[in-house]
Each structure stands twice: as structure tokens, then as C-alpha cells.
T-cell receptor
Framework: EAQVTQNPRYLITVTGKKLTVTCSQN?????MSWYRQDPGLGLRQIYY???????DKGDVPEGYKVSRKEKRNFPLILESPSPNQTSLYFC????????????FGPGTRLLVL | KQEVTQIPAALSVPEGENLVLNCSFTDSAIYNLQWFRQDPGKGLTSLLLIQSSQREQTSGRLNASLDKSSGRSTLYIAASQPGDSATYLCAVAVDSSYKLIFGSGTRLLVRP
């Protein structure tokens, strides 16, 4: 089954404690992206990657890091989380051969105390 | 800067009613427009994708239209069912980066 998986699905942490949210896709997609969703603001892009070792900032990259060492994985790293990073996070992927739809993971709900 | 707006923010209708969700965007230079469905605790599910050269797409009881010149898209749901209750998101692809610009969504409740 074609899918994007994220782990963990729910996470409560404290300010300053480094964390990583993993994202993996099994569709051999070149493009992967991270979004955050906040009430009233919709989904906003954090970082994206066009292929292995190619990443770039989205609209709200501050406080986040990403890496793309393998085609299937695109982890999101919060080096020093702060309460304003409390949000619902989505990973997405898309094949670049055709301009088709993006596939989204189930989301990771993060609470930073 | 592209902005996407969805009206209304919430909608409650009785089962069986036909309904229309609206999406507007400020810049007509788009690659495509997509409608997604979001259920609580789950990710986004793509419903319909309309390429910039197309006017509409249909899937079952769903029909989405695109009018680039006016910066509008509508999602028509025929004979609504309680299972259609969800948040519906509109998103436009703005350039070759595959980045999507999302609206804030319309939360739909279909009452039995």
C-alpha cells in the first residue's frame, strides 16, 4: 500500500529538549515536504526537498532542521523546541514525473511545555 | 503573494442536500488546484486535482470547477451523507517547486 508514515503520532515534550519526527514514504517519490497546521492559519510549509541531499526552506523554517540522506526518509528536527512550535505537523511526498497529487502522512501532534 | 481563502469556515446541512464549498485565490498563475479532505486524527486525503488547463474534475458525487481568470474554485457535493462530515481544504500549486498554498478549510457537518 502506497503511504507516508510519521512517527511519533503524538508527542509531549519540554522546552529545549531536542526531538526528531520521522517521515518515510514507500512510493519512490523525489519530492518531500513538511507542513505545520495551526488554527486559523491553515497549513504552512516548513521545509521541502526535491531529492536526496537537496533541501530548501519553506515559509516558516525558523527553529527547524531537516535532512534527506535517503530518498524514502525526510526527518524533521527541532533542536531546541519552544512553546510556539506546538502544532500539528504533516509530512507529504509527490512524484515529479507527473504533476499529480501530494500524499500526506497522518500527522504528528506536538505539545511543547 | 498567493493567498487562498475558503468560505464559509463552517457549514451544517441536513443529509441529502446538495452543497457548494468555495475557494478563492489571489494570483491566477497557478499550476494546479487540489481539494483535500481532512478527518480528525488522520492526514489529508486528496479528492480532486484540477490542472491549470482544465475547467473541472469529477469523482463520484464530487465535482470541482476551476476558473483561473476570476481566481475561484468550487467543490460541489451531491446528495450529502453523514460520512461526508470532515474539513475540506483547497490548495493551489504555485510554481515548479511543488509547494502548496492552503486555505484554512471549511468544516462540514452533515446531520442525519
Amino acid at each position: 500500500e502506497a503511504q507516508v508514515t510519521q512517527n511519533p503520532r503524538y508527542l509531549i515534550t519540554v522546552t529545549g529538549k531536542k526531538l526528531t519526527v520521522t517521515c518515510s514514504q514507500n512510493m519512490n517519490h523525489e519530492y518531500m515536504s513538511w507542513y505545520r497546521q495551526d488554527p486559523g492559519l491553515g497549513l504552512r510549509q516548513i521545509y521541502y526537498s526535491m531529492n536526496v541531499e537537496v533541501t530548501d526552506k519553506g515559509d516558516v523554517p525558523e527553529g527547524y532542521k531537516v535532512s534527506r540522506k535517503e530518498k524514502r526518509n525526510f526527518p524533521l528536527i527541532l533542536e531546541s523546541p519552544s512553546p510556539n512550535q506546538t502544532s500539528l505537523y504533516f509530512c507529504a511526498s509527490q512524484g515529479t514525473a507527473t504533476r499529480g497529487t501530494q500524499y500526506f502522512g497522518p500527522g504528528t501532534r506536538l505539545l511543547v511545555l | 503573494k498567493q493567498e487562498v481563502t475558503q468560505i464559509p469556515a463552517a457549514l451544517s446541512v441536513p443529509e441529502g442536500e446538495n452543497l457548494v464549498l468555495n475557494c478563492s485565490f489571489t494570483d491566477s498563475a497557478i499550476y494546479n488546484l487540489q481539494w483535500f479532505r481532512q478527518d480528525p486524527g488522520k492526514g489529508l486525503t486528496s479528492l480532486l486535482l484540477i490542472q491549470s488547463s482544465q475547467r473541472e474534475q469529477t469523482s463520484g458525487r464530487l465535482n470541482a470547477s476551476l476558473d483561473k481568470s476570476s481566481g475561484r474554485s468550487t467543490l460541489y457535493i451531491a446528495a450529502s451523507q453523514p460520512g461526508d462530515s470532515a474539513t475540506y481544504l483547497c490548495a493551489v500549486a504555485v510554481d515548479s517547486s511543488y509547494k502548496l498554498i492552503f486555505g484554512s478549510g471549511t468544516r462540514l457537518l452533515v446531520r442525519p
